[in-house]
Each structure stands twice: as C-alpha cells, then as structure tokens.
C-alpha cells in the first residue's frame, strides 16, 4: 500500500472532540508521507493540531477517521494490543517532559523498550548511543539526579537503542535552555544525516525547526504549508 | 467528604465493623452474664441453705433420710428438697450408654412437658428431650436402666429441662421417683438438699452448720448466695477470658478500622485539595477547613457506630441458638446493658475524629494558591504519620516482652490466668502497635526481599510493579497495615484453636493414659482379651485391675489401676509406668500424696509402699497387679487399649464394642474418641463463628488496599502513559499493577502469618492453666488456605483501578495538567 521510501503516511485522517455545535475538529482530513531518513519538522501555533497528528500517527490515540501507516502496517486497522507491540518494535519516543520512569535509573530506562519487548540489548549499540549523547558517567543515576539537558538526552538514548522505523520527537527541547536545547538539536541532526535514522519533530519553535529536512506547518488542523530546504 | 460515596463507604465499613466487634464482645459479657445468673440460680429457686454431697464419703455416712428428718428440726427450717443426681447405664443392642438419672423435677417456666405425664406409680420414668432423641423414646416405651443390674422402667412422659432443673442441658436424662432412683442405684442417701426456710440465708446456714451430724455427713453446706456464685464461677471459668479475647480482638479491629479510615480519609483530602484551596481563597479561615473535615469525621464515626452497634446486637441474638450446644459458651438470647451502648458509640465516634485529625491538619496546610495550580502538583501526602523508628522498635520490642511474660513467665509463677491473660494481651497489643509503627521500615525490606521471584515469575510488569509498590514507603506501610492485621488476627485464631486443643488433647491424654478402656457387666474373659488384640484397630491391649483402697493412717480414698507386665504398651507415654514394681504406688498429682513418702494401704492385706508422683496420671494411682490382688483379691478386671495411631478413634469405639459384645459379659468401650469428637466441634463452631467476622475485617483492609491503588493510579497517568507509549501493552498494565497489590498482600501475609503463629500460641499459653504444657500446633492446610485467600483478595482490589489506568489512551495520559 504505501509507496516506497514512506516511513509513516497518512490518508485524511481526521480527529473530532465532542459533537453538534461543540465538535472540534483537532485534526481535520490530514494526508502527508513522511520519507524514510528524513528530519521532519511538524510547527504551527497551539491547536493547531501538531501534537494531535503526532499522537494519530505514533498509535498513542485513536484516529475518528481516516487512515494512517508507519511502514507498510496500516495502523489505523490495529487493536491496541498490535499497536502496542509495534510502538515497541518500531517506534521510538522524545517528549518535552515527564520522559523517564522516576523508579529506575538511567539505564534501566533507556533499555526499558527492549526489556517490555524482551530484546536482548546490542551492546556495542548501546555504548555508541551512551558514548555520543556523553551519558557514561550518569548511568546509574536516577532521574531525579540529573539536570534537564540530561535527562532529555537518556530520553533520546532510549529513542535510539531499539533502532525503530521512526522516532516521534514531542517539543523535544521545549523544557531545555539554549546550550542543551542546541546539544539535543544536534545529535537528533546527527542521527539522521549519520545513521539514516527518521525522525518526527512537533515543535513551535522556528530555530529548532530549522534542524530539519522539512517543515510541515499546520493550522486548524490542516496542513498549511509543506517547506523543504 | 460526603461526595465520594464509594470512598466513604469503605471508611464507613471499617468503623461499623470495629464498633460492632466492641458491641458483640460487651454484649455478650452481659448476656453471658444473664444466662449465667438465671441457669445459677434456677436450681436454687427460693431455698437459702444449700447442701452438697461429697462423693468421697462413703453412703451411710451421707446425706440420708435420717439427716434431713434431723435438719427438719432445726428451727427456721420449713421444707428440705431431696434431689439425687446420679447416672446408670442403658443399653441399646450390645452398646450401653450413660444417662443421668435425677429425681422428678418441678415443673416450671424453664422445665416444661413436652409430652405424656409426670411419673406417678412406681417403675414410671420422665426423660428429657435429648435422651428421648437420642433413643427415638415415646411415652409408653420400655427404658432399661442398668447400675447393678437392669431394670425395666415404663416411659410416662417428654419434659424440655431448663436450667433450673440441671446444669447439663445437653445431656440424655431419666427423672424416677425417690423409692426408683433409691432401689435402681443402691444408694440410700442424696446428692443434694436444698433447705426452705425463715430467716436469713446465713442465720439458717449457720445453725445448719453447727448441728453435729452436719459435720459427719462431710457435705458442703452453703448460702443460697454462696451457692449461686459458686456455681457461676463454675460456669464463667472460660467465658470471661472469652470475654477478654473478644474485646481484644474488639481492640484490634479497632485498630485496623484507624489505619483504613486515616488512609481514606487522607485519600479524600489530597483529592479535595482544589476544593479545599477554593474554600480559602474565598476566605475560610484554617480553623474554618479544619473543622469542617473534622465534623464530617464525627457525622461519619456516629453513623456508622450505629450501624456497628446493630452489627454487634445482631451477632450475638445469631450466636444465641448457636451456643445451646456448647458447654462453655451458653447464652439464652440477648441482653444488653447501658454501658455495652455507650461504650462502642464513644469508640467508634472518638475513633473517626483520631483517625481525622491528620488528614484534617494537612488539609488547613493546603495554601490558597494551590486552586490555581495544575492538580498533580499539590497531592497531599497521604501517609500515616509514622513516629520516630527507634521508638517503634522500642514499643516492639516491650510489646514482645510483655507477651512472653504473660505467656511464660506468669503462669510459671501459678499467678491467676486473669493477669496473665491482660499483661498478654497488653503485650501483643503494644508489639502490634510497633511493628505498624515501624511499617515504613518493615514494609519495603520485605517486599525487596519478594522482588527478584516476582520479576522471575512475571517478568516486567512485575519488576516494574516492585519498584511501585515500595515507592512511597508510608502509603505502602499503611496500606499493608490494615491487611497485616486482618491477617495476624485469622492466623492468631486458626493457630490458636490448633494449639489449644493440640493442649486440651495433651492434658486428656495426662487424666486418661489409655486411649480406651473396656469395661463390662462381668468378669472380662480370656477369649475377649484375645479378640481386642488382634483387631487392626487395636495397638495393644492390657488386663487392668480397677478398685479404690484406703490409706491405713488418715481413710484417704485412692483410685487404683493394677498393671500387668505389658500394661506399659498401651500408653501414649510408655515412660509413665517406669519404676513400676511390687513395693512402689506410681501416683498422680492429684492425690496429693508426697513423692518418696511411704504410704500404708489398707485394703485385704496392709500393704507399705514408696510413693512415685507422675504429673501424667492426674488423680488415679497405679501398682503392680500382685500389689493390687494383695489389696483387693475381687478386683474386676477390665481392659486397656491403645488405638492404632491411623484408626478413626469413634469407629473404633464402635468395631471395638461390636468385636467383644459378641461372647463373654456385655461390655462398654469408655474412649475419649467422643469427647475429643466433641470439643473439635465446639472449637471448629467458635472459630468459624469468629473466622466469619474477621473475613469482613480482611475484606475491609482489601478495600483499603483498592482505595491507594485507585490514588497511585490517579497519580502516575502521566507514567502509566508513558509506559503505554513505550510498548506495556493494557494487560501488562492491568498485572503490573495486580502484582503490585499481589506484593503488598505477600507482605501482610508473611508478616502476619509469623505474628499471627506467635500471638496464637503464646494467647493459648496465657489462658491455659499452669500445670499444663502447651503443645504449639501449625494447621498448615489452614495457614495456606489464609495465604491464598489474602493473595487472592489483594489482586481482586487491583481490578477495578488496573481496568481505569488501563483504559486511558496514552496521549491522553501524557497530556500534562490538561
């Protein structure tokens, strides 16, 4: 179904709250591709239905109508257990907050994906990952213990070590200052001009969309204007 | 507060169940009481001296026909009632069992004709309702009784015994008249008199007393009053300590009533906090909040008092019907005194606002400002406040000490079971308090110490689910707690009961050696002795020579065993006869006979003998059989046995009596098999009496255990989300959180299966006399029905928040403070 070099697409899919005179229409009739080894920027103002089409596309939330695929699965066909299985296998996630498991420790949550997935981890992988985001010395401490920038970058270690199909980046430098924000910009950059890594990046900030392939801009729900440079 | 019903209604349970357990304990002190008074002084009726036989003396020395013409002159006497009690044998095919054989009664209130007519002509017998049961009789029936020989009586009539007629309601009974009961038993005296009369009580007693004859008679002669307490006391021996136990148990119900409604309370002022801050920003002052959570707590203590109140009435008016057929327990029906009210109101009341008060305290610290914030970030804590460790372990360690106090120490000093039974029950009060107290120490380390075997057996939903459950030490301490009790308190009773009959089994064993005797019309024959040994029920088997002999010096009465060579196989203790030979009198503590004296025996011949005390043989005494046929040459000759260790001790009464009834002399197989049949029923009917309320408190502490999981889940969506996100499937979300609960029950259960085996065997060493032993007995298919049942509940309490975590999509859950 989908054409080659789609890493996820989607086929107007669309997301309503309520009904009658209150129905919102967070995301309305959305078809976009997203290319394999791509850096996408998805930006545009609050309700514009970034986050939305995001959650849409990763499986976190179930879409009203319309379809949607990450690879050649149509997700939008999936119960919630397939979907999770492939959210496992497949995908990986960098949100703005609340990234890490306060119970365990920098370690136990980059492998917590391969551990539910019960993936024996890679471990050179697993080194290079540690070693380029500079986490070697922060593994056995606890969320708690490290500063934003930090806990951001065991986030995006997390993202990687199961090498997914794509990587869904919510605001991911939302929380972050300018030298940790530019830190985590980079390595994201990095990672998919070096390793050929996709990655979706919902943010509202024009710098760190400018790290990207593309730019999809969105505006009461709809896509607004679609940039590459 | 009165806004989250579900809530609320657990708080609610809790206290009714706590209440009611005060008010079932107290109520039934009082209609224990009651009962006790009326059945006491029923017999009594309007009599004011009471004479009692002593069986020791011999007949013409007893309460004769002489005697009474003789107290009829003493001034102030009116009327002397003749009553004998006294028993026989009556035989149904080659079986005999025993009745108790009583003068006609008086028809009253509590002794009524059921059927047929009182006794009139000579040979005409009046029989209670459980003898006619138990023989299928009807008026106009033959009933045989046998002492000597048998007689043949005509049944006349049914009566229903009341208490005023005999003290053993459940036993089969023959009411003849005078000349009847005098020409059947041989005896020609009674076994009591009770005296009407003017005057006071102790006036009449007094000249009673000082009548020469009385003193040969050797009778017991007291007052009315006398008699009524001392038959009372006779019957409160082991219901007042129940009383005790009861309230304990009362008190600690109490306890886990505290911890679950604190824990709710809690949860509802930490989910008001917007509420709450709303309130102050519009002006309330703190005091303001503070009384109002306060209020809600008493409206709720008084509430559910009430209801506890009608739990407590309604218990007891159920277990009245129930206790007819126990011996220690009787309770006519209901009766409540003022205080049995009260008392619980103000508990129940008094324990709402306690366990409100820190809850109420945290909720006047929310800041206005909080109204404005997102909700996650202003959660109230809700743990109960835990003391210092060092204290706690300090009120363990005095709580364990007192406990072995009362256990060991003080019966070893002979002091009364009262004060051992309080300074128990204080000690294993305090220890509980402290082992709560040190719950957020305690908690965790036992559950780490489950971790590892959980992540084994259920992979990572377990894993993460141990780092869950001990995240908030206090919560999970609290938590715990409730169930802890729940726990301790099944245990403490199941093991308790084991113990205690395991002890009451030891003692029986102690007064009766010998696991059955045979007994018969006749000298026992050869070929009996025979057939009783080579039955598969039959371990082993001795001739023994039963008689009484005097001591030569001061008349003392001794029940004698004569013991063959072989006699020392058919005993339980094979050690008790040892030492045994023709020059030694093996005596049991109650003879009260010296151990190393020598004491002369009169019987046929003067026989000298070294006294040997063994505490086993309780009042009887044994020689050797050429000893004892030098006493009393005619001795009959009976039988001991000892049962095979896997035989079913009834129905081997049963083969036992059929094998030897066949040929020789009709015999009677005496066992304790139906005794012990017995008390296993009236233990098993108390505990699953009181196995039954503690199941609610368990369902209530699983309640609790739902209500903190409800709020973890409510407070980790973010994570839970998160872990959707990153590949936890919903059913791994749901056993994660099952595991959870299922590791906070494993706490409670090993926690409270060790305390629980402690407090029972060590409640049972408190109660039990001091000259016994107390044999520790661990019903392990119980124990582990306990663990299962908890585990159980545990992950039942996690269903229905699992299910609501479960089914938030996880962008929804990740959405902050939206």
Known sequence: MSRPGAAVRTEALTKTYGSGETLVRALDAVSVDIHRGEFTAVMGPSGSGKSTLMHLTAGLDAATSGRSWIGDVEITALDDKALTLLRRERVGFIFQAFNLLPTMDAQANILLPLKLARRRPDTDWFDHVVAVLGLGDRLTHRPSELSGGQQQRVAAARALVSKPDVVFADEPTGALDSAASEQMLTFLRASVTDLGQTIVMVTHDANAASYADRVLRLADGRVDADERR | MLTSPRRLLSAALALALGVGFVAAALMLATSLDATLRTAAGGAIRDAKVVLTENGDVPDPLALTDEYVTRLGDVPGVERVRTVVTTQAMSPAGTHLSMFVLQTVPELTERTTLVTGRLPEAPGEVLVNQVAAQMRGWAPGDTVHLEVDDTREFTLVGVVDAGTDTTTNLEAPHVFLQMPDIHELSGRTSYTDLYVHGTGSEQELTDAIRALPETAATHARVLTAAEASDLRITQFTRGSEQLTVLLLSFGAVAVVVAGLVVANTFAILVAQRTRQLALLRTVGATRGQVFRTVLVEAGLLGLASSLVGLALGAGAVAAIAPLSRGSGVLQIEGLAIAPRDVLVPLAVGILLALGAAIVPARQATRIAPLAALRPQAATAVDPRVRQGHPLLAAAITVVGFVLLAVGAVVLPAQGVSPGLSVLVGIAGGLLSVVGVLALGRRLVPAVARLFAPGMGHLGGAP????????????????????????????????????????????????????????VISSGPITDAQVERARSLPEVAAATVLREGGVETADDERWLHLLGFDGDAAATFRDPDLLVGLADDTLLAGPETELADGSTVTLAGEHEVALRVVVRPGLGRTSGVTASTMLALQPDAPRSLGLRLADDADPVGAVETISAALGGDGPTVQVMSLADQRAQMQEIINTVLLVVLGLLAVAVVIAVVGIGNTLGLSVHERRQESGLLRAMGLTRDQLRASLGWEAVLLAAVAVVLGLVLGAVYGVAGVATLIASDATVVPALPWARLALIAAVALLAGWLASVLPSVRASRVPPAAALALGE
């Open chain 2, 462 to 517: 377990a894993e993460l689910a141990a780092e869950n459950a001990v995240r908030n030490p206090g919560r999970a301490a609290a938590t715990t707690g409730a169930l802890l009790v729940g726990v301790i308190l099944v245990t403490m009773m199941t093991v308790g009961a084991a113990t205690g009959q395991a002890s009451i089994q030891r003692e029986l064993d102690g007064q009766f050696p010998m696991d059955a005797q």
